[in-house]
């Protein structure tokens, strides 16, 4: 039996996830209660071979009574003892996002109400939420991600994969647009010369032949990307054996169009071709997002 936890503040797409797991086949529950949760995986587990409570998808939000969201931690570990397969998937987007959304859609946010202002209730959620934020075993950041890109990333990342086999992201970033929150590992490669400052090279992209060229021709390129893959290759199987179901490397440059981009890219390859589960994004390239 498999229960996957989906979470996170209002506004950042919990709903749009849910629905995405119950077209795959899951029998999904908006708003469970914590405390509900260990006797609906036991009677699960117990009744699997009926077929219809194998694949499970509950939504666990602030709607919570906050006492049951801070004993998260406890009710996680009993779910673990049931034998089956746990997953959580939390889902969050900035302030300033959260904000737009709920003024766009002029929805109420549960913990606002006469005393608590909506950037208030917004803050609030974060800190409410921590206990089951902790354990995730993958966060997701939102805030550029469409209802579109979120409904193919769930699909790739979650459903994609199989049992006990890790899904990779792998993606570009600039550092002057900050740094993903969703980052398991950070590479920097501002080092390398930026093609930014040839004015012929400007308006490409890190996939564009005369960029690629560029980067080719400084040794120092396949030197720092040759570093980055043998890192990774040493580690992530490491991630793998303790039973890590989602890795997120994010590599960057300063405005996640040149260097950041081309680097992303070789080293997607390369572990495309030992993972089954990898998907390139490049962060400031919104039109690029693929599964390799």
């Known amino acids: 039996m498999k229960l996957i936890i989906v979470s996170g503040r209002s506004g950042s797409g919990k709903s749009t996830a ?41 939504s666990i939000d602030a709607r919570n ?19 089956a397969t746990i997953e959580t998937i939390f889902l969050d987007a900035t302030d300033q996002a959260l ?16 005393r608590t202002s ?22 997701v950041d939102t805030t550029e ?15 994609g994969r199989r049992e006990q086999e890790m899904a990779l992201l792998i993606q570009s970033f600039g550092f002057k647009h900050g740094v993903p929150v969703d980052s398991d590992y950070v590479f920097d490669v501002r080092c390398l010369p930026n093609p ?15 960029v690629i060229d560029f980067l080719e021709h400084e040794a120092m ?6 570093d980055i893959i043998q890192f990774l290759d040493s580690w992530l199987p490491s991630f793998g054996q303790s039973n890590r179901s989602y890795m997120t490397i994010s590599i960057g440059c300063t405005g996640g169009q040149h260097r950041s981009v081309y680097v992303c890219e070789k080293v997607g390859a390369y572990f495309a071709e ?19």
């Open 118 to 139: 909506l950037k208030e209730a917004i803050t609030s959620e974060k800190h409410l939420l921590e206990p089951i934020a902790s354990l995730a075993d993958l966060y």
């Open 99 to 114: 904000l737009q959304r709920f003024h766009a859609t002029r929805r109420k946010h549960p913990l606002s109400n006469d």
């Open 65 to 83: 009574l906050s006492d049951e969201i801070a004993n998260f931690e406890d009710i996680h570990h009993q779910l673990t003892q049931t034998g």
């Open 274 to 292: 030992r993972y089954n589960n990898v998907q390139v994004r490049h962060t400031e390239l919104p039109h690029l997002k693929r599964s390799l």
């Open 145 to 159: 991600l469409s209802i579109y890109e979120l409904r193919d990333m769930v699909k790739q990342r979650v459903i």
């Open 221 to 226: 390129t396949a030197k720092l990307t040759d």
């Open 196 to 210: 930014y400052w040839d004015a012929s090279l400007r308006k490409f992209t890190g996939i564009d032949q005369p």
């Open 18 to 58: 849910l629905h995405v797991l119950e077209d795959l086949g899951f029998y999904c529950i908006d708003n469970l209660p914590i405390g509900l949760l260990f006797p609906l995986t036991r009677e699960a587990t117990a009744q699997e071979s009926t077929g219809r409570l194998k694949k499970i998808a509950v």
